[in-house]
T-cell receptor, first 114, second 114 residues
């Protein structure tokens, strides 16, 4: 049982490049989400999904795209990277969508856009 | 804007002392959760308190919730060097299926001095 797995761990992009951050969970969780963490800002929700085929925007969705074709995977796509997207990205999942369930985090992906 | 704000932003105490962190939030919640983040790692769930609860204990952790003041506190008793980390409160405000959004505060950085 690996939990929530994110790849890559570190990535450097040039402005305008696109890339995909991968996230996979093996706990059969319905709910998955992506956060970004910036100094002094805490974690901010980018996108989330309550099940395969269902996604919705969080607090800071601009510049990011997601899809949920399977229960296990929830990739985050940067369409045209900008320096403002330099951040640490965390994928998270939790069982069910009923309020009160613990959320499980991946180890993070450090992204630098130059 | 952030739903939760932790106070203080940083706290340094001697090993063995108690550490208290506070969290204030803005809107009505279903529950409030506390997470710990070690440097360079993902967040780990510590404890959850529901909106109809006032106090909860888990080992050396004690959490209180005052919904009238929209605030919560996390007390870590008999601190250890391994407690050095950042601590975040998170509020769960979703009430409908497919509307679950966990919103994090900006965190308190706790340093335990051996």
């Amino acid at each position: 049982n690996a939990g929530v797995t994110q790849t890559p761990k570190f990535q450097v992009l040039k402005t305008g490049q696109s890339m995909t951050l991968q996230c996979a969970q093996d706990m059969n969780h319905e709910y998955m989400s992506w956060y970004r963490q910036d100094p002094g800002m805490g974690l901010r929700l980018i996108h989330y999904s309550v099940g395969a085929g269902i996604t919705d925007q969080g607090e800071v969705p601009n510049g990011y795209n997601v899809s949920r074709s399977t229960t296990e995977d929830f990739p985050l796509r940067l369409l045209s990277a900008a320096p403002s997207q330099t951040s640490v990205y965390f994928c998270a999942s939790r069982p069910q969508t009923i309020s009160g369930n613990t959320i499980y985090f991946g180890e993070g992906s450090w992204l630098t856009v130059v | 804007s952030q739903q939760g704000e932790e106070d203080p932003q940083a706290l340094s105490i001697q090993e063995g002392e108690n550490a208290t962190m506070n969290c204030s939030y803005k809107t009505s919640i279903n529950n409030l959760q506390w997470y710990r983040q070690n440097s360079g790692r993902g967040l780990v769930h510590l404890i959850l308190i529901r909106s109809n609860e006032r106090e909860k204990h888990s080992g050396r952790l004690r959490v209180t919730l005052d919904t009238s003041k929209k605030s919560s506190s996390l007390l870590i008793t008999a601190s250890r060097a391994a407690d050095t980390a950042s601590y975040f409160c998170a509020t769960d405000v979703g009430s409908n299926f497919g509307n679950e959004k966990l919103t994090f505060g900006t965190g308190t950085r706790l340093t335990i001095i051996p």
